[in-house]
Every structure is written in structure tokens, then in C-alpha cells.
């Protein structure tokens, strides 16, 4: 066993841990957070992804150990209290989703498609979730639901920068760090 | 009806849930007790366990126990015990039952243990000798010894009409070729699992990936020796299925019996491996011989299936009736029979046997077209049916030729050049394709409660499941309908035993079996609601019979006068009630049996071929479909897109590929097994044209679950030939074939 201190959704954890055990299962078993998912044993289907130092990654591919001192964040810490992230809000409102079990790890991978390309194209959107397999929905819906949040994100940027804009939730950037000052 | 909520592109009600991570699967219960299992598989695909050594995996600690054939508790041992809902005739496999290896990665043993960590290693340390005995896994080879079933789980061959073989020898045009496709798996994003609970006293809560919470009930009780109140199964969330949970799975049994042993509460998954281990879509070849005269009339159809099963289950699909459905024609001959392999049983995975039959029955009608040569649309709509021969009744309802009308204008279709290989650009050429199909719309018996309290909430439940589809949403739209109440105010539930029965959700037959027994329930309940008014004396509503009111913005009212109204909390507060229930049980009307009920689609395809590197790209799509009423066109939409998708998967890339040498699917995973991903997917388009059904059941829904695959990949092949000249009748259509 081995003793690993990681910040989980803003909250510290602690824990003894098998060296062998993977992130996923950490994150589900030891800490209840069954949000993140679990679709394959190769490393292919993205269901598994989370943030880690504010970057996605297939949590079934790193171990527990080597999270240790970083950050993460799952499914469950992406929305501040009732009010979701525009990502999250998109999927909802352009039916993103099907049976939902592909899509927390692609809200986590879009997220992360966002922070670096605020303004994605279809093509770009398309290659960016290379990694994250929706038997369901056909992944049009996908595509028009990070779209729209890109939209959504677009418009509440300038409305911190002054512009006139509706009331919209205010997201200054998806870098979840600096989300939880806003 | 007046419609508020029905025919809304309304919000999944579960999307919040669903976005945030808080909906769970089965996987994703757990208790305080809660230990690990993980299933052993066998290696060889025939033979006999020799010995079993458990030792080492035993000394692991936190290892709390291995069950195998030896050791397991003891078992149902009639077929009948182990045969569920969807059972097709024959011997069901009954897990860790003797001995005896049917298929490789049969399961053989389950290790149990405090993580799940400490299980997987402990099962890798399992030693596992066999006696083998030689397999047969080789469809071809075995094709000589392939036999007409005693019974056949699907539609039996209806006897030939006409006069077959010298309508096609007399036909002014023929084609006669094989198509076939092979093993795909159905390879829902979330691997199958059970998590089982004991609850203390010999009962247990059963969370399972399933198509059908009774349908794992009975199988428990039946295999177990266990009483209904001793069971109860939920499962609120499927991470898709598209029929793979529609049997009863061997993580069940798995789950179901180390929990009874060790009285405590214990949690199986399979890995993707694993999931190539029971049921799949049958490899499938067709001969199909056409006729047609000079002037395009469809003469002739002889159409052979042959399709795979395994040696102990007769599995079949409804693979051969699609001529008799699809077109006119006088002299029809059909035949269906079974190839036996040693592989676990085929099983019903989406639209299953119409992908099938519609993806050789189109192409064989494509080709036919050319001979004719005439316009493949313009062919198939002078040999249009308007009754279905197989049984010799007219449809219930048939938009398809609007379809055509609607989709071929969408698409552009009047400036295909019908020559292959006409249109390039660069070096890609494009190809147009086009095909239709249909898919059977069953109404089936099923139950429903309605509970409606004083505060104005309404629930209403049935036992079915929400596979993805949207069950939970259009259950709530109907039911918010019905009663005149905001979405809001409304609650359905599903996936619990204990709720009232409903058959498994499949066929495509959910929206209109559960929507019709929603319905019902709630004309009950308006029923009941009016009599409860009419108890006091001075009632407006006192004379007055259920036509004459109805059931709008919270209340009932008259329609005569809608002045006269009652909110209904008010009524129910008036009468002292805290609430009101009511349960009802739909059947399909008597009328329906004078008619044969399908949905309908046509679908136009644009392919890209590189010429150099023959990869094949699927630029676009426009899909036509009639399905009767559309209950939500945001959850309708996204079925077809899905369907589209599945289609294109079908054409392109799934194949499960059989090592002939271990008797093992050898692609086995998600690496391998290839699904569409993002990229490959272009422009969609999806039309509903309308469609007016008062007969298929009270709603007027067709159910949209298969009807977006069936014409896929035949049209993509049509339009690969178109393309490329070159027409490919064994899929996957890879870039190797096309070269
Ligand atoms: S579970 Fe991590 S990529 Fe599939
Ligand atoms: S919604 Fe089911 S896998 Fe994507």
C-alpha cells in the first residue's frame, strides 16, 4: 500500500492505496465518484476521462499513485453548485446524449477542447474527440452541443469584458481552476 | 387529443442527472459489504475442464472464495429454469452447470475477494487444464450440414406463392448472388454488470444492465429455487444494450450466487473481452436470385438464408420476410436455415434479421435495376407493395413513397448520372446510393400505475427500462398530456421489479406497448377523478359522462363550458384525499389483427472513394422515415442519427473476426472492433414525413429504435457500385475490396 494525497473536486483526499490500483477505480470505489466511467481495458473509448492539473486524461490509464499531489477533477466537480458548466448545459439542451454513459468523459474532453480552441470548428470538434466513442447518439448532437457552449462561453466572456450581453451564467474561462474564483 | 406535450422537442427529464454524473448504472451501487467478482474464461472453444487448480489464487489474501463447477451451490437443472423472456428454442447455457466447454470464453469460474484489484490478479492465477476435443467455428465449412430448425424463434418461412422457379427462368432479366455479412457485436459503451445486495434476511436487490428487470427476476427465481418477494431488480439506467441486454447475462448468475453464498453483497463486470463472450449478430449469407420482365416488373424472388447458431440454442431472425414486405410480386420462394458452431447462441442486436434481409435484398434489387435499366428509385416504386404478402394483409399505414418524394428532393436525386463512376472529385470518386426498408410496429399487453397527489404531482410506472432511448422522457410527455399537467408535475419511473409488468424493451415496440398502457392509465385516472367529483351532490360535473370533460392546466373541466372547472388538488383536497391510484393493463385491440403495422424509411447516401487508397468516406445522408406520430422529434431525431451511424458502422467497419484455430472472436476490444467514431461521421439529414395511423395502437407511434438502420448500409453499398462500378456483396465494405 501506498499513502497518495490528491485534491479531488476542491476537497483534499488522503489514502492508502494499492500501487496497482488504477485512477478510475480509485475515483469510483474509494470515493464514490461514479460519474467517471468505465467502457474498455484499451485505453480507447474516453468514457474514463477526467482533468488532472486542468487537462483531460483517461483516468484508466494512470495509475492512483501517479496522481498524487495533482488536482482533479471528475464529472461531478464540473458544475458550481446548481449551476452547470455551459458544457455541461450544451449537452443537455441539444441532446448530447442518449443512454449518458459516454458523456462525462466527453464533457471532460470537450472542456479541455475548449480551453485551447474557444472557437472550434465541426472538423476541429470532430478530430479533438478522436478518443471518446459514443455508441448512441450518431455524435451530431455532440458536435452541436459543444457548439453551442462555445457560444454560450463567447458570449459570457464579453460579458466580463463590458459588452452588453442577456444574463447568462457567467463562465470567464473553462479552466476550472481559476472557475472556482470566479 | 389536444396537444401540448406530445410532439414537443421537449428535454430529456433525466439530462440533468446524466450530465452530471449522478445517474448510476448497474455498477455503480454498492454497500458497505460490498466484495468484487471477476469471471474466469475459458480458453478452448470445445472440450472438457480437465483440472482446475485454485490454490495459489486461493492463498491470496482478501481472496474470499472461487466458484466453479465444482464447488458451485447447488442449481435449477431443467432447461425451463434457465430459459428467459428471449430464449430461443433449444438448451440454454446454464454458467459453471458441469464441466463441459460450449464456446471459448465461456465463463468457468468466478473469484470473489475484498477489491477488485486483488480478484483480477487472483484470477489470473487460476490453472486451468483441458481435454480438447475439435471445434467447428468455420460457417463455410459447416454450411453443407446446415438444417431447418424443428422451431424457429423468428417469423417461420411462408410457403412459396406463384410459381417461383419458372418465373425467374422465363424473366427477361435476372440476377442471381450471395451476400453476406459476418459476426458483429453489439458493444454498448457499458460493459455488462450486476451488482447484488443482500439485504440481511435472504433477500436480495439486484442492480443489472437489462433490457427488462422481470425478465432477470424470473431467471433468478427459476435457477436460484427463490420467491418473487425475495427478489427485486432495478435497474434505473442501461449504458446502451441495442439488445445485448436483452437475455438474462452470465454476470447475473455470477453475482446473484456468490451473494447467496456468502451472504454478503457482491459486484460482477465484464470486461470488453468478455463482452464478445455472449451473443452476437449472426454471420449471415443470402443467395438471392431476382426476375424481372422488360418493362421492370419485379417477376421473381428466391431468396435463401443461411445464418449461424449455436449447438445448443436455435437461434433465428427474421431475415427472409423482407421481399413480401418490401415488394409486389407474384412468385415468391423462401427458405431459412441454421449453421451450427461452437460459439455462444446469436443474439437479437439492433433491428436484428431486418439489417440482414434489407442489406441483400437491396442490393440484390440495385443490381436488378441496372439490368432493367432504370432509375433505382423509379424501379422500386413501380413494384411498390400496398399489402404485405407474406400474410396477405394490407398495411395499418404506409407514407413510404412520400418518403421517397420528400428525400429524394432534399438529396438532389434527379441529377444522379446513373452511370458508375460519372462523378469525381480529384481524385475521389462519389458514388449516390439509395435503399428502402421497414421494420415491424408491435403494440404488446402492459401494465401501468398512476399515483396523482393532492399537491398536484403525478407518477406513473411500469416496469420497463430506458436503454438510452428516451423512455423516461415520453412516458412523462404522454402521461403530462393526459392529464393537462406542466412536465414538471410529472414523474415516470421504470426499471424496478416490483412496478407493474411490461415486457422487454426491444423491437422497437416500447413507445407504442408502454406509451398505449400510459395512456390507458391515465384515462383511468381521469375516470376516477371524475367520480370522485361526482360524489358530492351539488357537483357541476355530477351528470355529466367522462366525454364531456377534459383535463387541462391542472384541472378538469367541462369542454362545453370550460368555465366550469376544478383544480385538481383542489378536488382531491376536497375529498379528503391525499392521493389517488389507479392501475391499468393495455392489450392490442382485436382490430389490429386485420392489418400488418410497419414503419417505413428510404434512405439516399454520397460516398467518397479515394481511387489511389480506396478509403471510403460517407459524406452524406438524408434519411426519410415514416413512423406514424412523432412523440418527441428531439429523442426521434436523435434514434435515427444514432441508427445512421450504426449503419454506417455495419457498411464500413464492424466485423468480429473469428480465429478458426482457438474457435475465438480474436478482435475482441474496442481497439480492434472497430465502431464509427466522430470523424466519421458527415452531413445527416432526417426527415418525418407525416403519417396518420389510428389502427397500430391508441397513440398513433410506430417506435423509431430499428427503422434508422435497416436502409443504411445497402444504400452505401449502392452507392460505392455507383462510385466506383464495382459492387461489393460481403461486408464490411474495406478499402481492400473496393481496390
Ligand atoms: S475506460 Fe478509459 S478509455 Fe475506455
Ligand atoms: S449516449 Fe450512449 S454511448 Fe453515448
Not at chain 2, 264 to 283: A, D, I
Not at chain 2, 668 to 688: G, M, R, S, T, W
Request: net charge negative.
Amino acid at each position: 500500500m501506498t499513502k497518495i494525497s490528491v485534491t479531488v473536486n476542491g476537497t483534499a483526499q488522503t489514502h492508502e492505496v494499492e500501487p496497482r490500483q488504477l485512477l478510475v477505480y480509485y475515483l469510483r470505489e474509494k470515493l464514490g465518484l461514479t460519474g467517471t466511467h468505465i467502457g474498455c481495458d484499451t485505453s480507447s473509448c474516453g468514457a474514463c476521462t477526467v482533468h488532472m492539473d486542468g487537462m483531460a486524461v483517461k483516468s484508466c490509464s494512470i495509475l492512483a499513485v501517479q496522481a498524487d499531489g495533482c488536482e482533479i477533477t471528475t464529472i461531478e466537480g464540473l458544475a458550481k453548485g446548481d449551476q452547470l458548466h455551459p458544457v455541461q448545459e450544451g449537452f443537455k439542451e441539444c441532446h448530447g446524449l442518449q443512454c449518458g454513459f459516454c458523456t462525462p468523459g466527453m464533457i471532460m474532453s470537450a472542456t479541455d477542447l475548449l480551453q485551447n480552441n474557444p472557437d472550434p470548428t465541426e472538423e476541429d470538434i470532430r478530430h479533438a474527440l478522436e478518443g471518446n466513442i459514443c455508441r448512441c447518439t450518431g455524435y451530431h448532437n455532440i458536435v452541436r452541443s459543444i457548439q453551442w457552449a462555445a457560444e454560450k462561453m463567447k458570449t459570457s466572456a464579453r460579458a466580463l469584458d463590458g459588452a452588453p450581453v442577456s444574463t447568462s451564467p457567467v463562465y470567464a474561462s473553462v479552466n476550472l481552476n481559476q472557475q472556482q474564483q470566479v | 387529443m389536444v396537444t401540448k406535450q406530445i410532439g414537443k422537442p421537449q428535454n430529456r427529464v433525466d439530462g440533468r442527472d446524466k450530465v452530471t454524473g449522478r445517474a448510476r448504472y448497474a455498477a455503480e451501487f454498492s454497500a458497505t459489504d460490498l466484495a468484487y467478482g471477476v469471471v474466469v474464461s475459458s480458453a478452448i472453444a470445445k472440450g472438457k475442464i480437465k483440472e482446475m487448480d485454485t490454490s495459489e489464487a486461493l492463498r491470496v489474501e482478501g481472496v474470499l472464495d472461487i466458484f466453479t463447477s465444482e464447488n458451485r451451490p447447488k442449481l435449477a437443472s431443467y432447461d425451463s429454469s434457465f430459459q428467459d423472456e428471449d430464449a430461443p428454442p433449444g438448451s440454454p447455457f446454464r454458467p459453471l452447470f458441469n464441466r463441459d466447454i460450449l464456446f471459448n470464453m465461456q465463463p468457468i469460474a468466478l473469484v470473489v475477494a475484498e477489491t477488485y484489484e486483488l480478484a483480477r490478479y487472483a484470477a489470473s492465477l487460476v490453472k486451468v487444464e483441458y481435454e480438447t476435443e475439435e471445434h467447428v467455428t468455420n460457417f463455410e465449412a459447416e454450411r453443407t450440414n446446415a438444417y431447418e430448425p424443428e422451431e424457429y424463434k423468428s417469423t417461420p418461412p411462408p410457403d412459396p406463392w406463384g410459381k417461383p422457379e419458372t418465373a425467374l427462368k422465363e424473366a427477361e432479366h435476372r440476377i442471381s448472388e450471395v451476400y453476406s455479412h459476418p459476426s458483429q457485436h453489439h458493444n454498448p459503451m457499458e460493459m455488462h454488470a450486476s451488482t447484488a445486495i443482500w439485504e440481511g434476511d435472504g433477500r436480495i436487490t439486484v442492480y443489472d444492465k437489462i433490457q427488462g428487470v422481470l425478465n432477470s427476476q424470473e431467471y433468478i427465481m427459476g435457477v436460484f429455487g427463490l420467491a418473487k418477494e425475495d427478489v427485486r431488480v432495478l435497474s434505473p439506467f442501461v449504458g446502451g444494450a441495442f439488445g445485448s441486454g436483452l437475455r438474462p447475462q452470465y454476470q447475473l448468475f455470477m453475482a446473484v450466487m456468490a451473494t447467496l453464498e456468502l451472504k454478503r453483497s457482491v459486484r460482477v463486470v465484464l470486461t470488453r473481452p468478455q463482452m464478445f463472450s455472449f451473443g452476437h449478430r449472426p454471420k449471415t449469407v443470402q443467395q438471392l436470385s431476382l426476375g424481372a420482365s422488360a418493362d421492370g416488373t419485379l417477376e421473381a424472388v428466391v431468396h435463401h438464408a443461411f445464418a449461424e447458431t449455436s449447438r445448443f440454442e436455435d437461434y433465428s431472425e427474421d431475415v427472409i420476410i423482407w421481399p413480401g414486405v418490401l415488394y409486389k410480386c407474384e412468385n415468391v420462394k423462401l427458405s431459412h436455415k441454421l449453421v451450427g458452431l461452437d460459439v455462444y447462441t446469436p443474439l437479437d442486436m439492433r433491428a436484428p434479421g431486418g439489417t440482414t434481409g434489407i442489406f441483400a435484398l437491396e442490393c440484390a434489387i440495385d443490381e436488378l435495376s441496372y439490368k432493367v435499366g432504370m432509375d433505382p428509385v423509379e424501379f422500386r416504386l413501380k413494384n411498390y407493395s400496398v399489402k404485405d404478402q407474406n400474410v396477405n394483409k394490407p398495411f395499418s399505414s404506409k407514407e413510404l413513397q412520400e418518403c421517397y418524394r420528400q428525400g429524394a428532393e432534399l438529396f438532389g436525386w434527379k441529377n444522379r448520372n446513373p452511370q458508375p463512376r460519372s462523378m469525381r472529385e480529384g481524385h475521389n470518386l462519389i458514388g449516390w446510393g439509395v435503399a428502402n426498408g421497414a421494420w415491424e410496429a408491435t403494440q404488446k399487453p402492459s401494465g401501468a400505475k398512476a399515483v396523482l397527489t393532492k399537491e398536484g404531482k403525478l407518477t406513473v410506472s411500469s416496469a420497463t427500462a430506458d436503454i438510452g432511448t428516451g423512455t423516461y422522457t415520453i412516458m412523462s410527455q404522454i402521461a403530462a398530456e393526459c392529464m393537462g399537467l406542466p412536465i414538471e408535475n410529472v414523474e415516470f419511473k421504470l426499471g424496478d421489479s416490483s412496478l407493474p409488468q411490461s415486457p422487454l424493451e426491444g423491437g422497437s415496440w416500447t413507445a407504442s406497448t408502454v406509451g398505449s398502457a400510459v395512456k390507458l392509465v391515465c384515462e383511468k385516472l381521469g375516470e376516477k377523478l371524475l367520480e370522485l367529483a361526482q360524489e358530492s351532490d351539488d357537483s357541476p360535473f355530477k351528470e355529466v359522462s367522462i366525454e364531456e370533460v377534459e383535463f387541462t392546466d391542472g384541472q378538469m373541466r367541462l369542454k362545453e363550458d370550460t368555465s366550469v372547472a376544478i383544480p385538481l388538488t383542489q378536488l382531491l383536497k376536497e375529498n379528503q384525499k391525499d392521493s389517488v391510484q389507479v392501475e391499468a393493463e393495455s392489450k392490442p385491440a382485436d382490430e389490429q389483427e386485420n392489418y400488418s403495422p410497419y414503419s417505413h424509411s428510404v434512405v439516399f447516401v454520397e460516398v467518397n472513394v479515394d481511387e489511389d487508397l480506396g478509403t471510403i468516406k460517407v459524406t452524406r445522408v438524408v434519411s426519410a422515415v415514416a413512423g406514424g406520430r412523432i412523440l418527441n422529434p428531439k429523442t426521434a431525431w436523435s434514434q435515427i442519427l444514432g441508427g445512421v451511424v450504426w449503419g454506417i458502422g455495419m457498411a464500413l467497419e464492424e466485423y468480429s473476426v473469428m480465429d478458426h484455430q482457438y474457435g475465438r472472436f480474436i478482435n475482441h476490444d474496442l481497439a480492434e472492433y472497430h465502431v464509427p467514431v466522430n470523424a466519421d461521421v458527415h452531413d445527416v439529414e432526417v426527415i418525418f414525413v407525416d403519417e396518420e395511423d389510428q389502427i397500430v395502437n391508441p397513440l398513433g407511434v410506430k417506435g423509431l429504435g430499428e427503422i434508422g438502420i435497416v436502409s443504411v448500409a445497402p444504400a452505401i453499398a449502392n452507392a460505392v457500385y455507383h462510385a466506383t462500378g464495382k459492387r461489393v456483396r460481403d461486408l464490411p465494405i474495406t478499402l481492400d475490396k473496393v481496390m
